[in-house]
T-cell receptor
């Protein structure tokens, strides 16, 4: 049973380009979370999605950032017109929801903006 | 919103000794407290969690204690081994689920052989 799969592992973009980060949840999981981790800091919540719905995007910047979790295919975190400050590790987590849900994280995408 | 503070930021112990990492939280409504282990270049791995209806939970060499009155919880690792070396994060959330976890800043644990 594969875990949470994220790709790419490393992504290099120049300022002003777009970054697309993909996440496939664990089999049987329909809840996806995106977190951002700056060097030597804890993870910061960005957005929580279920299939075709954004449930909570309170941690995501209002501009340039968007997320989706379509009916078919992986969840996508999209960052438009990247800036140096977007450089970070982006982690996706999935769960099956419910009262006793637990989050399982992928290995992350390290985004570097030149 | 919730604020989670974690101490110490670095911890070195001799192999076989115990390690204790402590966290405090600010929102008394928080009632789910997981601990994650993150190895270099990998994602956080859930190692143990506790919900507010219990005060302690153990899983082999790992235990977590929760004091709701004082709003703090701790991770205890006994008989440490070099493979326990990693960054450990505590987290808290409201509602008893893993939704919108607030993480501590992490503890770099080094187990010296």
């Amino acid at each position: 049973n594969a875990g949470v799969m994220q790709n790419p592992r490393h992504l290099v973009r120049r300022r002003g380009q777009e970054a697309r980060l993909r996440c496939s949840p664990m089999k049987g999981h329909s809840h996806v979370y995106w977190y951002r981790q700056l060097p030597e800091e804890g993870l910061k919540f960005m957005v929580y999605l279920q299939k075709e719905n954004i449930i909570d995007e309170s941690g995501m910047p209002k501009e340039r950032f968007s997320a989706e979790f379509p009916k078919e295919g992986p969840s996508i975190l999209r960052i438009q017109q990247v800036v140096r400050g977007d450089s970070a590790a982006y982690f996706c987590a999935s769960s099956q929801g419910g009262a006793n849900e637990k989050l399982f994280f992928g290995s992350g995408t390290q985004l570097s903006v030149l | 919103g919730e604020n989670v503070e974690q101490h110490p930021s670095t911890l070195s112990v001799q192999e076989g000794d115990s390690a204790v990492i402590k966290c405090t939280y600010s929102d008394s409504a928080s009632n789910y407290f997981p601990w994650y282990k993150q190895e270099l270049g990998k994602g956080p791995q859930l190692i143990i969690d506790i919900r507010s209806n219990v005060g302690e939970k153990k899983d082999q060499r790992i235990a977590v204690t929760l004091n709701k009155t004082a709003k703090h919880f701790s991770l205890h690792i006994t008989e440490t081994q070099p493979e326990d070396s990693a960054v450990y994060f505590c987290a808290a959330s409201i509602g008893g689920s893993a939704r919108q976890l607030t993480f501590g800043s992490g503890t770099q644990l080094t187990v010296l052989p």
